[in-house]
């Protein structure tokens, strides 16, 4: 009798305690239920959309983006670096920003933009260099984008299941707020799909290169579908201070200074290629600092009429130029100069420049046009007015009804207990 007396006053000392974590557990139930309702309030909105059928370049005017280059003023950028954010939960939790910019700067990089997950980080704002840029997306297959340029975050995803429609949509919804969108990691998780790229429009860089993942395959499917898609290329590194996570891929790009317009122009009109310097498994941090201060580079990409003549700083192993679908169209080895006549049924020609120790480099395309005074991206996707109210009210009509049922047999439930 003692002993239970005991309890029961060991149980009443307890209660405030047991009290407040029941009440800490419905708050956070009831901030799951709000979130999931909100997710669920994005699929049930979200809008369809017409696509039109793809076109491959056309034309008898060739852009080629290095034509106008004349001086040897090329930028080495990184715009995938995750930095501790939202209190360390997210990948990344080891970098500071000083720590980021200290590594970088002794690798030899101009300037390295971090991105963040949804959350723009504002480190050194104050130059004239800086470019707010974040990663967004916070989906399951890692349908991501790097956003260039962005004046605010967009929250608005899809977490669970992406089709082509939602995709479209978060592009568009991107572009209200950034000055260029690039589809992060493509083939990450599969994150999109070759079909995906045959059909999506509206942004303007890919990270082909990244240090997870290489998309050379998805970058093609756009080129060859006529999409005026342009390399970017980036290390993602989640930890700084791992030497194999940096310095690796990083964006060439060519303009007349580090001023934030100028950078984001010329990654738009394409004046910028893609580095994959060849990693040593866990070199010491030192020799990368000293080997990263000798990196071949591109002195020269001209056409001459039809002829695209290319030029590099050292003797490369190969280059080879790639067309339509990714097909070789032709090889030099062995030199540090090579041309390939650019025939009438090429519709893109892209060049990929091999180096002895392993690295490359990737050249943007040069593409045909109709017009180059008028040098638009292909535009696919329209909103299907009647397909998207049909959608809309289908899923709003669905969770009514599920709504109902689920009230009723509680009501039943509550019946049948008392």
């Not at 260099?129 to 975050?153: D, M, N, W």
């Not at 509206?202 to 240090?211: A, C, D, I, K, S």
């Not at 041309?339 to 002895?356: A, P």
């Not at 180059?372 to 329209?382: M, V």
């Amino acid at each position: 009798m003692q002993l239970d007396c005991l309890f029961l006053q060991q149980i009443g000392k307890l209660m405030p305690a047991i009290k407040i974590l029941t009440l800490t557990g419905r708050l956070l139930l009831l901030v799951l239920i709000l979130v999931l309702l909100l997710i669920l309030s994005f699929y049930l909105i979200a809008p369809s959309y017409h696509f039109d059928q793809p076109k491959p370049f056309s034309g008898h005017e060739l852009y080629n983006p290095y034509q106008q280059i004349e001086t040897p003023n090329w930028y080495k950028y990184n715009f995938q670096v995750q930095s501790k954010a939202w209190g360390g939960i997210t990948d990344g939790r080891l970098n500071s920003n000083e720590l980021i910019d200290s590594i970088y700067e002794a690798l030899g990089y101009d300037h390295v933009a971090t991105s963040d997950y949804q959350k723009i980080n504002r480190y050194k704002s104050d130059e004239r260099a800086f470019i707010p840029t974040y990663e967004h997306g916070y989906g399951i297959r890692k349908t991501h984008q790097v956003c260039l340029g962005a004046s605010q975050v967009l929250w608005l995803d899809y977490p669970f299941y992406q089709s082509l429609h939602h995709k479209q949509h978060i592009i568009n919804k991107l572009n209200d707020n950034c000055e260029l969108v690039a589809i992060a990691h493509p083939r990450l998780r599969n994150g999109y799909t070759f079909e995906d790229l045959k059909y999506l429009s509206g942004y303007q860089l890919m990270e082909v290169l990244n240090n997870l993942r290489v998309s050379l395959d998805h970058w093609d499917t756009a080129l060859s579908n006529g999409h005026r898609i342009y390399i970017l290329s980036n290390d993602d590194a989640h930890d700084v201070s791992n030497t194999n996570e940096v310095g690796r891929r990083f964006t060439m790009i060519h303009a007349d200074n580090q001023d934030r317009q100028n950078i984001i122009s010329a990654l738009d009109r394409g004046v910028a290629y893609g580095m994959d310097f060849i990693r040593i498994n866990d070199e010491p941090m030192l020799d990368k600092y000293e080997r990263s201060k000798s990196i071949p580079y591109l002195l020269s990409a001209k056409l001459d009429a039809d002829t695209f003549n290319i030029k590099v700083s050292e003797i490369a192993d190969s280059l080879r130029f790639i067309g339509q679908n990714g097909k070789r169209l032709h090889v030099e080895a062995n030199t540090s100069s090579a041309c390939y006549f650019i025939d009438i049924t090429d519709t893109y020609v892209r060049t990929e420049i091999y180096f002895k120790d392993g690295s490359v480099i990737y050249l943007n395309p040069v593409t045909r046009h109709k017009d180059l005074d008028n040098l638009e991206r292909q535009s696919l996707a329209s909103i299907n007015v009647a397909q998207t109210w049909l959608f809309r009210s289908g899923n709003i009509l669905l969770l009514a009804i599920l709504i109902f049922f689920t009230i009723r047999r509680q009501s039943r439930s509550k019946k049948t207990t008392e």
